[in-house]
């Protein structure tokens, strides 16, 4: 890229949707309430979406190929394949290089057992499996992952991985990434940095200079930020913000806060409310014209684990699986002594 720091305030701070109809559901019913989309790389004509399966135990997580709409068409997923290790369930986020590309996996949810992938995609673009080259385990959970390499004939490869406030890169050894001599050490780590890290990109300029992309969601019901920072590792502090934008997702960050609002403020009668519990089914979102989407699905999982939203007035959020009467688990949202669950009324 010719100059990062223009590209970076030349992205339209209002984005447009594209819709992916997925032939091959990427889990179960039972694992719909807490496993979602994490992490898109592109490359090529293809796009690679990463999905959790968090549908029990032994279940293998996924990653989904498919074409570059145009913006606001509707586009189809070509093929659905299941990640590796077996029984890894999580899939994190990533990001392609040429035609490699470097993705998180943790094994469980919430699990320590995390690796860094790197993976060839050519075979990506016949929608065939891409091939897992190498992996190397990172300390503690991952979450975004980003990936570019140097300029010149022996450039190496960087990796950048975050887990909360815990951020990493790591320099390949060599300028090659052959198979059986793929080898990353960490040559920078710090345990305060200040995004979130649901989402990294690692941009290398055509004079040398290294950019770092990240993509927030802080879980306090605001809209996403995409911050700039400049990567120098022979700097004594490695890592310097550049600059920060507000990124508006429509019909998503509005459309929950308009809906936490209604459900924890009482402002409108949705569904049946008691003195402490409020049960709201999709009928009553529908009938209050919410966007919260198209079908059952689709409110359960925007309320669910994906974006785990904490309100001001929301002191926690937890899940309650086994309530009676909920499809496949629901949300429970528990503010000022009240709480508010949804529940699927459509099926």
Known sequence: MHDVLRAFHAVSDTGTLSYYACPVDPTSTDGLIRSHFKGIASFAGKLIFTHTNLAGDGAFGKYLIADKPDAGAQGTVD?????????????????????????????????????IQICDLQNTQDKQRMVVLSSFAVDGGINGVGMTREVGPDGRYLVAGVNGNSLTLYRSASSTLLPGQIDF????????????????????????????????????????????????????????????????????????????????????????????????????????????????????????????????????????????????GGVELTAAGAAVRVQCGCR
């Open 79 to 115: 093929a659905t394949f299941e990640t590796q290790p077996e029984g890894w369930c999580h899939p994190c986020s990533a990001q392609a290089c040429g035609s490699f590309m470097a993705m998180g996996i943790q094994e469980a949810e919430d699990s320590s057992s995390s690796l």
């Open 185 to 328: 050490a960490p040559v920078y780590h710090t345990y305060q940095f200040a995004e979130s890290g649901a989402g990294l990109a690692l941009v290398t300029q055509t004079d040398g200079r290294i950019f770092l992309f990240t993509l927030n969601a802080d879980d306090d019901g605001a809209h996403n930020e995409m911050c700039l920072y400049s990567i120098d590792l022979a700097a004594g502090i490695p890592l310097s913000k550049l600059a920060q934008r507000a990124m508006t997702v429509p019909g998503v960050s509005q459309s929950l806060t308009d809906a936490l609002s209604y459900m924890l403020n009482n402002q409108t009668p949705l569904g049946q409310r008691g003195d402490s519990v409020a049960v709201v089914s999709c009928r009553d979102l529908h009938e209050q014209q919410l966007p919260l989407g198209q079908g059952s699905r689709d409110h359960i999982a925007r309320l669910g684990h994906g974006l785990r939203l904490r309100p001001q007035c929301a002191a926690a959020v937890t899940y309650d699986a086994g309530a009676p009467g909920l499809l496949a």
